[in-house]
């Protein structure tokens, strides 16, 4: 079965850090680009970051340009967010989600989300 | 990277259908074949219902459709039924990042 869970969520104050992983199993994970979407508590999705499937070259919406980075270990079959600088409004559900082939662009498989809370 | 524009709500009853809008720009709804439609019920993660603007993955019925017209895509629900009620999210590629929707909630009557 293809399925991802995420990891690694939790309160954290601001100003701080956390890093969320994203275990992968069911498929080549080498093979697919893959991302993070999170969704604040009752607001809509909003794209965060993506990594293509060799892991080197990353993109990262302008809200968390500077603050979060994405990497992949391919041996591990698991992707990871890096939250730094962690602010109120990251406050959110992060999903990780699979590309859908290299050809289209969809996210056909999600996890079931981690939740991260920034508060003081 | 502004969030493309989605009515709040969308009505019908059982075996009606419903169209929902989603307006972006051409920089990205406009400008790439890669429009892509998400089916999220409260608590859940979102499901793929539709990709390439019109494509529609396997288990997803024939029921969902997906279309666009310049600026706008849409997806039309048709014969609603009551498991349909949910919000919905469209999805476009903008280059190099990804920017979704404000979302639609669709109730059946």
């Known amino acids: 079965e293809v399925q991802l869970l995420e990891s690694g969520g939790g309160l954290i104050q601001p100003g701080g850090s956390l890093r969320l992983s994203c275990a992968a199993s069911?498929?080549?994970?080498?093979?697919?680009?893959m991302y993070w979407v999170r969704q604040a508590p009752g607001e809509g999705l909003e794209w965060v970051s993506g990594?293509?499937?060799?892991?080197?070259?990353?993109y990262y919406a302008d809200s968390v340009k500077g603050r979060f980075t994405i990497s992949r270990d391919n041996s591990k079959s698991t992707l990871y967010l890096q939250m730094n600088s962690l602010r109120a409004e990251d406050t959110a559900v992060y999903y990780c989600?699979?590309?859908?082939?290299?050809?289209?662009?969809?996210?056909?498989?999600w996890g079931q989300g981690t939740m991260v809370t920034v508060s003081s | 990277q502004s969030a493309l524009t989605q009515p709040r709500s969308v009505s019908a009853s059982p075996g009606q259908s419903v169209t929902i809008s989603c307006t972006g720009t051409?920089?990205?709804?406009?400008?790439?074949?890669?429009v892509s439609w998400y089916q999220q019920h409260p608590g859940k993660a979102p499901k793929l219902m539709i990709y390439?603007?019109?494509k529609r993955p396997s288990g997803v019925p024939d029921r969902f459709s997906g279309s666009k017209s310049g600026n706008t895509a849409s997806l039309t629900i048709s014969g609603l039924q009551a498991e349909d009620e949910a919000d919905y999210y469209c999805?476009?590629?903008?280059?190099?990042?990804?920017?979704f929707g404000t979302g639609t909630r669709v109730t059946v009557l």
């Open positions: 990594i293509n499937d060799r892991g080197d070259d990353a």
């Open positions: 051409s920089s990205d709804v406009g400008g790439y074949k890669y």
């Open positions: 989600a699979k590309r859908i082939n290299s050809v289209n662009r969809a996210f056909d498989i």
């Open positions: 069911g498929f080549t994970f080498s093979g697919f680009a």
């Open positions: 390439d603007v019109n």
């Open positions: 999805n476009s590629y903008a280059g190099t990042s990804y920017v």
